[in-house]
């Protein structure tokens, strides 16, 4: 599925490498005839974003066995930040064990959310592996390529970029397995009926009812709440910042009138702007 921003799209493209990560393939799957430009970490790619405002950056924000991506809300709710969100892409991920045919597998390799993901599976069949988080899932190829023994879940296209076989694919096939990544700009998009969805960073007074009296204007015009999260304010113990995504747009009136209505609430606001987010993909 393709979809097309309301901008001329980007020269170059950051996201969560290496070559190889789902993040990748998000990347190539929407951006295929960009440049694209891996780095290691969530915090690298928002800093290249920073550095480079036409640029675009793609980041995972929550996988749905491993939960939310803390550095990715953390860095888009940066006081002073200019990110706006451009997209919300869903990937269909897949998982392999990748290895060597015929190794005694001692250790496995990945990022936290596919060891979440596959709990159960490794506790039937790799009881006595010891399990080794890595930043990426193609880190965790790397180093099972680096080592007899060695075996890294990741998608099945990394055996062939790191030398090594298919052990297993897919892992967990009957339990869906959902990453949701952003496109984040910049930029704000220009209001659109075809926005789905719109994002807010909310800091509410520290006093009882704060959040049921936010959340009020939501509820009673029948505004469906997608996301909610609390993130420590730096600096500031037991202060929080709260994530919020909702259905509808600020292209509709009533929207307008409902965000005006909770930003009484509210020490402060921040509109990430309205955004599509039909766009699913499969690894």
């Given amino acids: 599925m393709t979809a097309t921003l309301q ?49 675009f950056a793609v980041v995972p924000v929550e996988n749905s066995s491993g939960g939310v991506i803390t550095a990715t809300v953390d860095r888009i709710m940066e006081a002073g930040a200019p990110y706006h969100i451009r997209e919300g892409i869903a990937l269909n991920v897949k998982l392999a064990l990748l290895g060597r045919e015929g ?18 599976w490794l506790r039937a069949h790799y009881p006595g592996a010891e399990q080794v988080v890595t930043p990426s899932t193609p880190q965790a190829a790397i180093r099972a390529s680096q080592e007899r023994g060695g075996a890294a879940i990741g ?38 009926p075809r926005n789905s969805r719109t994002s807010i960073a909310v800091e509410l007074p520290d006093s009882s009812g704060s959040l049921f009296r936010f959340l009020g204007p939501f509820a009673n015009n029948g505004i469906n709440m997608k996301r909610i999260e609390s993130r420590p304010i730096v600096g500031q113990p037991n202060k929080y910042r709260f994530f919020v995504e909702i259905e509808g747009n600020t292209a509709d009136e009533t929207i307008r009138r409902v965000l005006d209505e909770a930003r009484g609430y509210c ?15 499969e690894s």
Avoid: W
């Fill in 267 to 281: 020490i402060h606001m921040k509109d990430f702007g309205s955004y599509p987010s039909e766009i699913r993909f």
């Fill in 103 to 120: 190794d005694v597998i001692d250790r496995i390799y990945s990022h936290f959310a596919p060891f979440h993901h596959c709990a159960k």
């Fill in 7 to 55: 901008r001329t799209e980007p020269a170059r493209v950051a996201y969560l490498g290496p070559e190889g990560s789902f993040a990748h393939l998000v990347a190539r799957k929407r951006f295929g005839d960009n440049e694209l430009v891996p780095r290691g970490s969530v915090d690298e790619v928002f800093d290249y974003l920073l550095d480079e405002p036409d640029s």
């Fill in 155 to 192: 998608a099945r296209e990394s055996a062939e970029r790191y030398g090594l076989d298919i052990l297993h694919y897919p892992i967990e096939a009957d339990t869906p397995n959902v990453t949701e990544f952003l496109v984040v700009a910049h930029q704000a998009n220009a209001e659109s």
